[in-house]
């Protein structure tokens, strides 16, 4: 999914990563392409993670994470990192989902498990603020309930506001039609792609078959 996703990143982009699955992204993208990443905490032009045993601890992303700061890159107070997010300046954000709706509504920061409780860190900043966002996320539960909703049940970080969802299954652009699969694994059958999809699907004429992800 990161290196699918990465591939949709164009050269000169500044982006942020949610915590989780999306910093993956960084690790696949394409080598020739030159990202400017973003954390909300207050880093610009974050590196690779360091080796180990050479990371400045006071150096981390929003996720606690060690990283590296890449030549011309800063950090920063985290107000004027959210003057970023608030104020159109990034590009990309991709976010994990608990819910995605037909409509575009993002659900990331809340569920009903009493075992999860609530983080929304700069979710709904980032959601609202980026010029397109793009979620990641598991295409079930996993207990297997669809992610993939008419409508979110869970709080909403933004509505309206995912333009496409990559998921283990298939990649799915918003649509005001709704949900419209262009790119399906192979091995996967439509059929099967509705049956774990609780909204209604639309598949693209040029229907693309993915090969199996490592």
Not at 121 to 148: F, N
Request: hydrophobic residues 45%.
């Amino acid at each position: 999914m990161a290196a699918r996703v990465a591939r949709d990143i164009p050269d000169g982009s500044y982006v942020n990563l949610g915590i989780g699955m999306p910093t993956l992204v960084a690790d696949v993208a394409p080598p020739d392409r030159e990202i400017v990443y973003h954390s909300e905490n207050g880093v610009l032009g974050m590196g690779p993670a360091p080796e180990p045993g050479t990371g400045d601890p006071e150096l981390i992303n929003a996720g606690k994470q060690l990283v590296t700061l890449l030549p011309g890159g800063a950090y920063f107070h985290h107000t004027d990192a959210f003057v970023m997010m608030r104020g159109g300046h990034l590009d990309i954000t991709v976010l994990g989902a608990f819910q995605v709706g037909a409509n575009g509504d993002l659900a990331n920061w809340a569920t009903d498990e009493a075992t999860m409780p609530p983080a929304v860190g700069g979710a709904m900043d980032l959601a609202v603020g980026a010029r397109r966002v793009l979620v990641m996320t598991a295409h079930t539960t996993k207990d297997g309930r669809p992610k993939l909703l008419p409508a979110c049940t869970y709080p909403l970080t933004a509505a309206g506001v995912v333009d496409r969802v990559y998921t283990d299954l298939a990649v799915l652009d918003v649509t005001p039609e709704g949900f419209v699969v262009r790119e399906l694994v192979e091995g996967v059958s439509r059929d099967e792609l509705q049956a774990k999809t609780a909204a209604p699907l639309q598949f693209a004429p040029d229907l693309i078959l993915l090969g199996e992800q490592p």
